[in-house]
Protein backbone atom coordinates (compact mmCIF):
# COMPACT_ATOMS: atom_id res chain seq x y z
CA UNK A 1 0.00 0.00 0.00
CA UNK A 2 3.16 2.27 1.30
CA UNK A 3 4.76 1.48 -2.04
CA UNK A 4 1.76 1.98 -4.04
CA UNK A 5 1.01 5.43 -2.99
CA UNK A 6 5.07 6.17 -3.27
CA UNK A 7 4.13 5.34 -6.47
CA UNK A 8 1.63 7.38 -7.38
CA UNK A 9 3.37 9.97 -5.99
CA UNK A 10 6.59 10.09 -8.06
CA UNK A 11 4.80 9.79 -11.24
CA UNK A 12 2.42 12.43 -10.01
CA UNK A 13 5.62 14.46 -9.41
CA UNK A 14 7.39 13.68 -12.58
CA UNK A 15 4.52 14.59 -14.41
CA UNK A 16 4.22 18.21 -12.86
CA UNK A 17 7.79 18.41 -13.06
CA UNK A 18 7.37 17.60 -17.07
CA UNK A 19 4.76 19.40 -17.84
CA UNK A 20 6.61 22.91 -16.11
CA UNK A 21 9.42 22.05 -17.93
CA UNK A 22 7.69 21.51 -21.46
CA UNK A 23 5.72 24.78 -20.34
CA UNK A 24 8.75 27.02 -19.77
CA UNK A 25 10.45 25.95 -22.95
CA UNK A 26 7.81 26.96 -24.73
CA UNK A 27 7.39 30.05 -22.93
CA UNK A 28 11.13 30.77 -23.53
CA UNK A 29 10.55 30.23 -27.69
CA UNK A 30 7.42 32.36 -27.46
CA UNK A 31 9.18 35.13 -26.00
CA UNK A 32 12.36 35.02 -28.26
CA UNK A 33 10.07 34.98 -31.34
CA UNK A 34 7.88 37.44 -29.15
CA UNK A 35 11.04 40.11 -29.16
CA UNK A 36 11.78 39.40 -32.30
CA UNK A 37 7.88 40.34 -33.80
CA UNK A 38 7.58 43.33 -31.27
CA UNK A 39 5.94 42.49 -29.03
CA UNK A 40 7.75 44.20 -25.98
CA UNK A 41 5.93 47.26 -24.59
CA UNK A 42 7.09 49.91 -22.59
CA UNK A 43 5.45 52.04 -19.97
CA UNK A 44 6.66 54.85 -18.40
CA UNK A 45 6.45 56.39 -14.53
CA UNK A 46 6.71 60.04 -14.09
CA UNK A 47 9.69 60.93 -11.80
CA UNK A 48 8.64 64.31 -10.37
CA UNK A 49 11.50 66.71 -9.50
CA UNK A 50 10.21 68.20 -6.12
CA UNK A 51 12.06 70.89 -5.62
CA UNK A 52 10.96 72.42 -8.75
CA UNK A 53 7.83 70.76 -9.02
CA UNK A 54 8.08 69.33 -12.57
CA UNK A 55 8.27 65.98 -13.87
CA UNK A 56 11.90 65.54 -15.01
CA UNK A 57 12.83 61.73 -15.86
CA UNK A 58 10.48 58.73 -16.52
CA UNK A 59 11.12 55.26 -15.40
CA UNK A 60 10.67 52.78 -18.64
CA UNK A 61 8.92 49.63 -17.17
CA UNK A 62 8.50 46.79 -19.73
CA UNK A 63 5.72 44.55 -20.64
CA UNK A 64 5.04 41.92 -22.81
CA UNK A 65 1.66 41.77 -24.93
CA UNK A 66 1.56 38.33 -25.45
CA UNK A 67 -0.83 36.48 -28.09
CA UNK A 68 -3.10 34.77 -25.92
CA UNK A 69 -2.22 35.18 -22.35
CA UNK A 70 -2.52 39.01 -22.27
CA UNK A 71 -0.56 41.98 -21.06
CA UNK A 72 2.11 40.14 -19.23
CA UNK A 73 4.44 42.23 -16.27
CA UNK A 74 7.95 41.66 -15.73
CA UNK A 75 7.59 39.62 -12.84
CA UNK A 76 6.46 37.27 -15.28
CA UNK A 77 9.28 37.15 -17.43
CA UNK A 78 12.46 38.35 -16.91
CA UNK A 79 13.71 35.51 -14.56
CA UNK A 80 12.60 33.36 -17.55
CA UNK A 81 14.59 35.98 -20.45
CA UNK A 82 17.80 35.99 -17.83
CA UNK A 83 17.69 32.13 -17.22
CA UNK A 84 17.08 31.27 -21.40
CA UNK A 85 19.99 33.65 -22.24
CA UNK A 86 17.77 36.31 -23.74
CA UNK A 87 18.67 39.41 -21.62
CA UNK A 88 21.12 41.04 -24.14
CA UNK A 89 18.23 40.85 -26.44
CA UNK A 90 15.39 42.33 -24.42
CA UNK A 91 17.93 44.83 -22.96
CA UNK A 92 18.70 45.75 -26.42
CA UNK A 93 15.02 46.16 -27.36
CA UNK A 94 14.53 47.73 -24.43
CA UNK A 95 17.11 50.58 -24.37
CA UNK A 96 16.41 51.25 -28.15
CA UNK A 97 13.22 51.82 -27.75
CA UNK A 98 13.49 53.91 -24.76
CA UNK A 99 15.47 56.17 -26.45
CA UNK A 100 13.46 55.93 -29.78
CA UNK A 101 10.71 57.79 -27.67
CA UNK A 102 12.97 60.15 -25.73
CA UNK A 103 13.37 61.32 -29.14
CA UNK A 104 9.74 61.36 -30.49
CA UNK A 105 9.29 63.88 -27.06
CA UNK A 106 11.85 65.88 -27.77
CA UNK A 107 10.36 66.50 -31.32
CA UNK A 108 7.08 67.08 -29.73
CA UNK A 109 9.44 69.89 -27.43
CA UNK A 110 8.80 67.60 -24.34
CA UNK A 111 12.33 66.87 -22.88
CA UNK A 112 12.69 63.94 -20.12
CA UNK A 113 15.57 61.94 -18.72
CA UNK A 114 15.02 58.70 -19.47
CA UNK A 115 15.94 55.72 -16.96
CA UNK A 116 15.74 52.24 -17.91
CA UNK A 117 16.55 48.85 -16.15
CA UNK A 118 19.45 46.64 -17.14
CA UNK A 119 20.12 43.15 -15.44
CA UNK A 120 23.67 42.07 -14.27
CA UNK A 121 24.16 39.84 -17.05
CA UNK A 122 23.45 42.84 -20.30
CA UNK A 123 25.93 45.34 -18.11
CA UNK A 124 28.40 42.60 -18.13
CA UNK A 125 28.22 41.46 -21.56
CA UNK A 126 31.28 43.44 -23.37
CA UNK A 127 29.20 44.60 -26.14
CA UNK A 128 26.66 46.84 -24.05
CA UNK A 129 28.98 50.12 -23.43
CA UNK A 130 29.39 50.51 -27.25
CA UNK A 131 25.51 49.69 -28.07
CA UNK A 132 24.47 52.28 -25.45
CA UNK A 133 26.65 54.56 -27.40
CA UNK A 134 25.62 53.97 -30.69
CA UNK A 135 21.76 53.99 -30.11
CA UNK A 136 22.20 57.09 -28.05
CA UNK A 137 23.85 58.65 -31.66
CA UNK A 138 21.60 57.00 -33.62
CA UNK A 139 18.74 58.65 -31.88
CA UNK A 140 20.44 61.70 -30.80
CA UNK A 141 19.88 61.91 -27.25
CA UNK A 142 22.58 63.56 -24.79
CA UNK A 143 23.99 60.83 -23.05
CA UNK A 144 23.05 63.04 -19.88
CA UNK A 145 19.16 62.44 -20.56
CA UNK A 146 19.15 58.65 -20.02
CA UNK A 147 19.78 56.69 -16.62
CA UNK A 148 20.35 53.23 -16.22
CA UNK A 149 19.00 51.50 -13.08
CA UNK A 150 20.90 48.57 -11.57
CA UNK A 151 20.37 46.90 -8.82
CA UNK A 152 23.19 45.89 -6.02
CA UNK A 153 22.61 42.04 -6.40
CA UNK A 154 25.29 43.30 -10.03
CA UNK A 155 27.37 44.81 -7.70
CA UNK A 156 28.28 41.98 -5.50
CA UNK A 157 28.66 39.50 -8.14
CA UNK A 158 30.60 41.05 -10.67
CA UNK A 159 32.64 43.75 -9.24
CA UNK A 160 35.28 44.31 -11.33
CA UNK A 161 33.47 43.91 -14.80
CA UNK A 162 30.66 45.75 -13.55
CA UNK A 163 32.81 48.73 -12.70
CA UNK A 164 34.64 48.91 -15.86
CA UNK A 165 31.67 48.48 -17.96
CA UNK A 166 29.32 51.29 -15.61
CA UNK A 167 32.71 53.20 -16.00
CA UNK A 168 32.78 53.32 -19.78
CA UNK A 169 29.17 54.40 -19.74
CA UNK A 170 29.93 56.81 -17.62
CA UNK A 171 32.01 58.04 -19.22
CA UNK A 172 30.07 58.67 -21.90
CA UNK A 173 27.72 61.14 -19.48
CA UNK A 174 24.92 58.30 -18.68
CA UNK A 175 23.83 58.30 -15.37
CA UNK A 176 24.04 55.44 -13.02
CA UNK A 177 21.19 54.45 -10.30
CA UNK A 178 20.88 52.20 -8.00
CA UNK A 179 17.98 50.90 -8.02
CA UNK A 180 16.09 49.35 -4.69
CA UNK A 181 18.67 50.56 -2.73
CA UNK A 182 18.69 49.45 0.45
CA UNK A 183 17.35 45.72 0.01
CA UNK A 184 20.76 44.22 -1.11
CA UNK A 185 23.88 44.01 0.67
CA UNK A 186 23.83 47.90 0.75
CA UNK A 187 27.86 48.12 0.77
CA UNK A 188 29.41 51.02 1.47
CA UNK A 189 32.33 49.83 -0.50
CA UNK A 190 31.26 49.64 -3.66
CA UNK A 191 29.79 53.75 -3.48
CA UNK A 192 33.22 54.30 -2.83
CA UNK A 193 34.43 53.16 -6.18
CA UNK A 194 31.65 53.26 -8.08
CA UNK A 195 30.60 55.86 -10.66
CA UNK A 196 26.81 56.37 -9.79
CA UNK A 197 25.22 59.38 -9.85
CA UNK A 198 21.67 58.53 -7.99
CA UNK A 199 20.60 56.19 -5.24
CA UNK A 200 16.93 54.99 -5.60
CA UNK A 201 15.87 53.55 -2.24
CA UNK A 202 13.32 50.74 -2.16
CA UNK A 203 10.13 51.62 -1.47
CA UNK A 204 9.32 49.49 1.58
CA UNK A 205 11.39 52.57 3.27
CA UNK A 206 9.38 54.92 1.65
CA UNK A 207 6.27 53.30 2.09
CA UNK A 208 6.76 53.26 6.25
CA UNK A 209 7.89 56.72 6.59
CA UNK A 210 5.16 57.66 8.04
CA UNK A 211 4.47 55.01 10.61
CA UNK A 212 7.96 53.72 11.90
CA UNK A 213 10.96 56.13 13.21
CA UNK A 214 13.04 53.68 12.20
CA UNK A 215 12.01 54.04 8.03
CA UNK A 216 12.09 57.70 8.72
CA UNK A 217 15.38 57.84 10.00
CA UNK A 218 16.78 55.57 7.39
CA UNK A 219 15.16 57.69 4.77
CA UNK A 220 17.14 60.59 6.30
CA UNK A 221 20.19 59.21 6.67
CA UNK A 222 20.16 57.77 2.92
CA UNK A 223 19.70 61.35 1.59
CA UNK A 224 22.55 62.46 3.91
CA UNK A 225 24.73 60.17 2.30
CA UNK A 226 23.51 60.41 -0.93
CA UNK A 227 24.03 64.43 -0.49
CA UNK A 228 27.82 63.78 1.02
CA UNK A 229 28.82 61.91 -2.24
CA UNK A 230 27.47 64.26 -4.63
CA UNK A 231 24.46 61.66 -5.55
CA UNK A 232 20.83 62.60 -5.89
CA UNK A 233 17.92 60.15 -4.09
CA UNK A 234 15.18 58.95 -5.79
CA UNK A 235 12.33 57.88 -3.88
CA UNK A 236 10.03 55.23 -5.39
CA UNK A 237 6.77 53.88 -4.25
CA UNK A 238 5.43 57.09 -3.04
CA UNK A 239 1.71 56.20 -2.77
CA UNK A 240 0.18 59.40 -0.46
CA UNK A 241 0.30 63.07 -0.44
CA UNK A 242 1.77 63.22 3.33
CA UNK A 243 4.75 61.37 2.00
CA UNK A 244 5.47 63.19 -0.77
CA UNK A 245 5.05 66.22 1.07
CA UNK A 246 7.68 64.50 3.93
CA UNK A 247 9.99 63.86 1.43
CA UNK A 248 9.86 67.58 -0.26
CA UNK A 249 10.16 68.58 3.48
CA UNK A 250 13.60 66.56 3.90
CA UNK A 251 15.00 67.74 0.55
CA UNK A 252 14.66 64.49 -1.20
CA UNK A 253 15.38 64.93 -4.99
CA UNK A 254 12.75 62.98 -7.31
CA UNK A 255 9.98 61.34 -6.25
CA UNK A 256 7.92 58.69 -8.21
CA UNK A 257 5.21 56.43 -6.99
CA UNK A 258 1.17 55.65 -7.85
CA UNK A 259 0.28 58.88 -5.57
CA UNK A 260 1.78 60.91 -8.89
CA UNK A 261 1.00 58.33 -11.53
CA UNK A 262 1.09 54.64 -12.60
CA UNK A 263 3.29 53.44 -15.27
CA UNK A 264 1.31 54.96 -18.54
CA UNK A 265 1.90 53.85 -22.47
CA UNK A 266 3.88 57.26 -23.86
CA UNK A 267 0.97 58.48 -25.41
CA UNK A 268 -0.25 59.56 -22.07
CA UNK A 269 3.02 60.84 -20.80
CA UNK A 270 2.64 64.94 -22.24
CA UNK A 271 -0.33 64.83 -20.11
CA UNK A 272 0.43 63.32 -17.18
CA UNK A 273 3.12 65.42 -17.01
CA UNK A 274 1.29 68.30 -17.20
CA UNK A 275 -1.24 67.56 -14.47
CA UNK A 276 1.32 66.51 -11.88
CA UNK A 277 2.77 69.88 -12.50
CA UNK A 278 -0.56 71.70 -12.22
CA UNK A 279 -1.91 69.79 -9.50
CA UNK A 280 1.37 70.73 -7.68
CA UNK A 281 0.98 74.50 -8.29
CA UNK A 282 -2.49 74.23 -6.55
CA UNK A 283 -1.57 72.98 -3.14
P1 LIG B 1 11.72 48.56 -10.26
O1 LIG B 1 12.73 48.96 -11.26
O2 LIG B 1 12.03 48.78 -8.83
O3 LIG B 1 10.39 49.30 -10.73
C1 LIG B 1 9.39 49.75 -9.87
C2 LIG B 1 8.21 48.80 -9.82
O4 LIG B 1 7.32 49.27 -8.81
C3 LIG B 1 7.39 48.77 -11.12
O5 LIG B 1 6.80 47.48 -11.23
C4 LIG B 1 6.32 49.83 -10.83
O6 LIG B 1 5.14 49.64 -11.57
C5 LIG B 1 6.07 49.58 -9.37
N1 LIG B 1 5.57 50.80 -8.69
C6 LIG B 1 5.70 52.08 -9.07
N2 LIG B 1 5.14 52.93 -8.18
C7 LIG B 1 4.64 52.17 -7.21
C8 LIG B 1 3.91 52.47 -5.99
O7 LIG B 1 3.62 53.62 -5.65
N3 LIG B 1 3.56 51.42 -5.22
C9 LIG B 1 3.86 50.12 -5.57
N4 LIG B 1 3.46 49.14 -4.76
N5 LIG B 1 4.54 49.80 -6.71
C10 LIG B 1 4.93 50.82 -7.51
P2 LIG B 1 6.91 46.61 -12.55
O8 LIG B 1 6.69 47.46 -13.77
O9 LIG B 1 6.06 45.41 -12.35
O10 LIG B 1 8.44 46.18 -12.56
C11 LIG B 1 8.94 45.32 -11.59
C12 LIG B 1 10.43 45.15 -11.72
O11 LIG B 1 10.78 44.52 -12.95
C13 LIG B 1 11.19 46.48 -11.75
O12 LIG B 1 11.36 46.99 -10.45
C14 LIG B 1 12.49 46.06 -12.40
O13 LIG B 1 13.36 45.49 -11.45
C15 LIG B 1 12.04 44.97 -13.36
N6 LIG B 1 11.97 45.53 -14.71
C16 LIG B 1 11.00 46.31 -15.26
N7 LIG B 1 11.30 46.65 -16.54
C17 LIG B 1 12.50 46.07 -16.80
C18 LIG B 1 13.37 46.04 -17.95
O14 LIG B 1 13.10 46.66 -18.98
N8 LIG B 1 14.52 45.33 -17.83
C19 LIG B 1 14.87 44.67 -16.69
N9 LIG B 1 16.00 43.99 -16.67
N10 LIG B 1 14.08 44.66 -15.61
C20 LIG B 1 12.91 45.36 -15.65
MG1 LIG C 1 13.85 50.48 -11.63
MG1 LIG D 1 13.12 50.07 -7.86
MG1 LIG E 1 11.62 47.56 -6.94
Request: glycine share 10%; with cysteine; net charge neutral.
Amino acid sequence: YAAKGRRRGVLVYDEARDGMGRRRLELIAELRQGIGEGQLRLHFQPQLELRTGRVVAVEALVRWQHPTRGLLGPGDFIDLAESAGLMGLLTTWVVEDALRQCRQWRDEGLHLRVAVNVSPSAVVDRAFPQQVERLLRHHGIPAERLVLEVTEELLMNNPQRTVDALSVVRGLGVGVSIDDYGTGYSSLAYLKDLPVTELKLDRSFIASMGSSARSSAIVRSTLNLAHALGLHLVAEGVEDEATLLALAGLGCDLAQGYHLSRPLVADDVPDAVRRIATALARA
